[in-house]
């Protein structure tokens, strides 16, 4: 079937160019020189495709964006930004631009952005299109884990760089893989990455790579993660965890779309969706003046919250029988199930770790359980996520006052709030930003509580 793009610029040179270049990928193009003609030739042709300037005669280049999200969704728009105009690009994803390319157009860029908007199939893709057994697909019927399906769906057909927040262990990587297993470069390689697992002195190497003899122990050329998923998706996971001085050369490597390997002279183009994420609260890690405010704009153009699962407790059941369907696979048993008192107390329960907490807590519970049945005393025992002061404390304060002790209620209280926070950061693993939440409180306010009552 033959391609064809819209092209639409005021500047005739341009789409001479764009024409020539598109012409000789085989691929059919009509021009618009402003929004009145784009729009004329939208209502009278099939366009697999749209690049488009930002700055127009008679309007604004976002504005021909929100419109054909809103009337043509299935057409996928690219726009062209002038050099270094790194705001009005990530203004235009935030629109729905399928992704940018900047004045002077690079060919190459251009051609190999215009193939991966092409890869896209002219339907919307179905919701929830993996199948039932697909490692990707994300388990739940819940409105808030349906409204993430949504927008998976939604962000797939963009190149935007997407965030994904949300705490430890509730799923981010798997959601950031249906990203990727959804949209057009999902025949090219999917890289995953913990920022916080690489030692300082390496990051760069593992990032960009390296020259042969370019440091100690550089014994030969080696393939940075950027390169090793060009043409795919990069995901950062703990992204908030990169010192200061990988994250300027992480921005740069975002904004010129290339690379240096450590020891070379020469950039490496590079083409890559990325995808970051961290359990911490990014704005104030910015505030506080551990992320750079300029990586914050160019990684959080759109920002997927995946919710805690004691958010969304009703899909507990589902999860736990998918999760016993896989381990029973694993360990080549007879398909195992939850007995009604089972599910309810794993409901009660608060899951600081998340899914990955559930998923552990089955494994343990499949080991000791005995017949094809778990029952709730099989269950490890789940702490109440309620913290209150113990009534031993609580005995000693009232023998004190009674006997005319010397009784201070300022350190009595202290006392009841440093074994609550305590236990607040044990329950979540010591996320210091889960904790505030757990207690109700900000998290400027819990670093000051911290600091009072020299909680380390």
């Not at 488009?52 to 604004?60: A, E, S, V, W, Y």
Request: charged letters at 30%; one cysteine or more.
């Amino acid at each position: 079937m033959s391609h064809k793009v819209l092209i639409v610029d005021d500047e005739p040179d341009i789409r001479e160019l764009l024409e020539i270049t598109l012409g000789r990928m085989k691929l059919e193009t009509a021009s618009a020189p402003d929004l009145s003609s784009a729009r004329s030739l939208l209502g009278t042709n099939d366009f697999h495709l749209c690049l488009t300037d930002m700055k127009l005669p008679d309007g604004n280049g976002i504005d021909l964006v929100k419109e054909i999200q809103s009337e043509y969704p299935h057409i996928p728009i690219a726009v062209i930004t002038a050099h270094g105009s790194t705001e009005t690009a990530i203004s235009a994803l935030k629109s729905g631009a399928f992704d940018f390319v900047s004045k002077p157009v690079d060919i190459m860029k251009l051609r190999e952005m215009v193939n991966t908007a092409l890869k896209m199939e002219h339907e919307l893709p179905e919701k929830n299109a993996e199948p039932d057994n697909s490692p990707l697909k994300i388990q739940g019927d819940s409105v808030e884990i349906n409204n993430v399906k949504e927008q998976i769906i939604k962000l797939a057909r963009s190149q935007a760089p997407v965030f994904i927040s949300g705490e430890s262990g509730s799923g981010k990587e798997l959601v950031a893989r249906s990203i990727h297993a959804q949209g057009p470069r999902r025949e090219n390689e999917f890289i995953a990455i913990n920022c916080g697992a690489i030692p300082s002195e390496l990051m760069e190497s593992e990032f960009f790579g390296h020259k042969k003899g370019s440091f100690t122990g550089a014994h030969s050329d080696k393939t940075g993660l950027f390169q090793a998923a060009n043409g795919g998706s990069l995901f950062l996971d703990e992204i908030a965890d990169l010192p200061l001085h990988m994250q300027v050369k992480l921005l740069r490597a975002i904004q010129e779309k290339s690379v240096r390997p450590v020891g070379s002279e020469a950039e490496i183009p590079v083409n890559v969706r990325l995808i970051s994420a961290t359990h911490k609260n990014l704005t104030e890690e910015v505030d506080q003046g551990n992320v750079r405010q300029d990586l914050y704009y160019r990684i959080n153009v759109i920002e997927l919250h995946v919710p805690s699962l004691r958010e969304r407790k009703d899909d507990i059941p589902l999860l736990a029988n998918h999760f016993l369907d896989v381990l029973a696979n694993e360990h080549s048993k007879e398909k195992v199930s939850l007995n009604e008192e089972a599910i309810s107390k794993l409901q009660a329960y608060d899951f600081p770790g998340n899914v990955r907490e559930l998923e552990n807590i089955l494994q343990r519970s499949l080991a000791l359980a005995e017949g094809n049945i778990i029952r709730a005393e099989d269950l490890p025992p789940l702490k109440s996520q309620i913290i209150n002061e113990s009534p031993s404390a609580t005995l000693e304060a009232q023998e004190k006052i009674a006997s005319g002790e010397e009784f201070s209620l300022e350190k009595h209280l202290e006392k009841i709030e440093k074994a609550a926070i305590e236990k607040a950061l044990e329950e979540t693993r010591w996320n210091k930003t889960a904790a505030a939440k757990k207690l109700g409180m900000s998290f400027r306010s819990f670093r000051y509580r911290l600091k009072k009552l020299g909680v380390d």
